[in-house]
């Protein structure tokens, strides 16, 4: 992947985030910035070409600085309201708990988001939108080589059906290392498969949530995740009800 195709995903991965953090919808966005939504939804999957004109536009819509836009992580954190913690505190809170969230439909993306969000899930939320980002992301290589993976505790919720490297296989490659396999997973799939399910158990998963394709149905379905999270906050192993 290019550096233009890089920067695509990183803008339009931060702006998705910062839409999220403010509750504004792509229909709001747009009309902030002038926009259509349809452009919007090309934006945060990364599919357009932005001019510096756009960027500053749908900056001021979202209230943060350009430079926020066109920071150097390609995934930016959703940390609650609370603000940026001074050094003390950063190293006070070593192996804190984050979740991964790895789901290639921005629909999907969004409504998971919104769920948590809706549970009081205030850990730092990471998106990606494919299997190998999310390898690179739980092994601290490529784009996050500056992370290490002895610093933090992290929880997946994972969409198997992931363009390129399929979710089993990212469940795969997690469990085979040492450092990795004790992280709490729970998979999100709109796959109803039994052979999906039983490989997934036999991988070890947390949970097993089969997404309804009815949006107004997704958001209880995600609420399951929220009942067990203070185990996993606390450092265990939660207990999700698939």
């Known amino acids: 992947m290019n550096q233009t195709v890089d920067l695509r995903h990183q803008v339009g991965s931060s702006i998705r985030t910062r839409r999220l ?3 504004l919808t792509q229909e709001s966005l747009a009309l902030e910035a002038g926009l ?10 990364g599919s357009r070409n932005l001019s510096l ?5 749908l900056a001021r819509a979202l209230d943060i600085p350009l430079s926020r836009l066109l920071a150097e992580d390609p995934v930016p954190s959703i940390v609650g309201a609370a603000q940026a913690e001074p050094p003390v505190a950063q190293a006070a809170q070593a192996k804190q708990v984050e979740i991964l969230l790895v789901e290639d439909n921005p629909g999907h993306m969004e409504l998971a988001l919104r769920a948590l969000q809706d549970n009081h ?22 784009a996050y080589s ?7 505790h992290l929880v997946l919720l994972l969409d198997l059906g992931l363009p390129g490297i399929h979710g089993t296989d990212v469940l795969r490659r997690l469990r085979a290392d040492e450092r990795t396999r004790s992280f709490p997973v729970v998979v999100l799939t709109v796959s109803q498969s ?7 158990q036999r991988l070890g998963i947390d ?3 089969v997404k309804p394709v009815d949006g107004n149905k997704f958001r209880p379905a995600m609420a ?4 067990g999270w203070e185990l996993v906050t606390q450092g265990g192993r939660g207990t999700f009800a698939p």
Do not use: W
């Open 207 to 209: 949970g097993y949530i």
């Open 36 to 45: 259509n939504r349809t452009y919007i939804s090309d934006v945060e999957r």
């Open 21 to 23: 953090q403010v509750g």
């Open 194 to 200: 039994q052979r999906d399910f039983a490989e997934s």
């Open 146 to 152: 500056h992370r290490r993976i002895e610093d933090r």
């Open 121 to 142: 899930v205030t850990n730092p939320i990471h998106m990606v939108d494919d299997g190998e980002k999310a390898l690179d992301f739980i092994f601290c290589s490529g």
């Open 53 to 57: 004109d756009t960027i500053q536009r």
């Open 224 to 227: 399951q995740v929220g009942l």
